[in-house]
């Protein structure tokens, strides 16, 4: 699909009343039934091509933007793309020539943080005065991260996820994050953090991001299936959080074409339209209840206002690290210092004893 064709825009269902939308959110007013507009953008990575990518962003940022929106959160991988059916030519105990330079690719396409592509984002978020959440692949000397982005409305750099544990095959080509980057921040329109794909389905890590009070819970994923939506709504029921998932919407020939780019086992059954992914992208209530989406249409930008008072209409139910918990008999321990592979120390040598050396 065209990186300039226009986006579908799909809201929520009555009609968004306009007036209700605030450009930030006092948490701590007496009534806390505010509102805020939030769209997750469904729509397909230029594969390769980063600067096209950057240029599709925002293009779409500033759709979302026109329609009112504080909040827009991205697919996972949107900048540097998922790398949807490749198997990267591996095999247990074997590599190819091919496979190799599919590797030197798809590392060219990845981005540092901080970098220049960071600062291109933040740029996007000052002019158009959203908060943006965003899917990259990272790049770290020569290791590879899915990590998530963070930039408030002021074109600050808030913060990033690292996925904690890459699914299947993306284990041999993404590394794995550690304690250090699972934020939750607080911003004038809620408390947000995120976790990619099916490390959601990780108890653990969604008790860590409870426990941090998180309220607007982002879920960019590369997961289309149906039983994807019963992970979604659960989230928000246990968490009394919103949800928004944001998945891209791709067909064969948004990656590149044969041989340069194979799809693993399904390559001679696909012709250039064929659906590789089929989107489902969603935004979920507190009380479980689905503001906008699934969409398996198509490229769109899915919105919905969120009613803040709803997490507290939730957690008056459940509030699964509050009054629904039992400390005496659980507990969690999270780690949150860094892990690296390679730390240095270096002691100060004073100079008297310099002198007796």
């Not at 980063?50 to 697919?75: I, Y």
């Not at 039992?326 to 100079?351: G, W």
Request: glycine residues 8%.
């Amino acid at each position: 699909m065209s990186g300039q064709q226009e986006m579908s825009l799909v809201t929520a269902a009555p009609p968004v009343n306009v007036d209700q939308i605030f450009p930030e959110v006092d948490m701590s007013a007496a009534d806390s039934s505010l509102f805020v507009r939030a769209t997750v953008v469904q729509a397909s990575t230029v594969f390769y091509d980063t600067p096209a990518t950057l240029d599709k962003a925002e293009r779409l940022l500033a759709e979302a933007a026109d329609n009112g929106s504080q909040l827009v959160v991205f697919p996972e991988a949107f900048i540097g793309g998922y790398p949807r059916g490749s198997s990267f030519e591996l095999a247990i105990g074997a590599r190819t020539a091919k496979g190799r330079d599919d590797f030197r690719k798809y590392h060219s396409s990845a981005i540092d943080v901080p970098g220049p592509e960071v600062e291109r984002l933040a740029e996007m978020a000052k002019k158009y005065k959203v908060f943006l959440v965003m899917g990259v692949i990272e790049r770290e000397g020569y290791t590879l991260y899915c990590t998530v982005l963070f930039f408030d409305s002021q074109g600050q750099f808030l913060g990033k996820h690292r996925k904690l544990m890459p699914t299947a095959l993306e284990r041999c080509i993404w590394g794995f994050g550690d304690g250090s980057t699972i934020p939750v921040f607080d911003t004038p329109i809620g408390k947000i953090g995120a976790a990619i794909c099916w490390e959601n389905r990780m108890p653990s890590l969604r008790t860590a991001m409870y426990a941090k009070g998180i309220e607007i819970y982002c879920a960019p994923t590369a997961d289309a299936r149906e039983t994807w939506q019963a992970s979604m709504t659960h989230i928000a029921l246990e968490g009394g959080c919103f949800v928004l998932s944001a998945n891209q919407f791709c067909h064969r020939k948004d990656y590149p074409p044969p041989p340069d780019y194979m799809f693993s086992g399904s390559e001679d059954s696909l012709t250039p339209d064929s659906v590789v992914c089929a989107g489902g992208s969603s935004i979920i209530s507190p009380l479980g209840i689905v503001l906008a989406g699934p969409n398996y249409q198509g490229e769109g930008l899915i919105t919905a206002d969120l009613d803040l008072g709803d997490i507290a209409r939730a957690k008056f139910d459940f509030d699964v690290v509050g009054h629904y918990s039992r400390p005496e008999v659980f507990s969690l321990n999270i780690r949150e210092h860094p892990r690296k592979a390679v730390s240095f120390t270096t002691s100060k040598v004073t100079k008297d004893e310099s002198v007796n050396k």
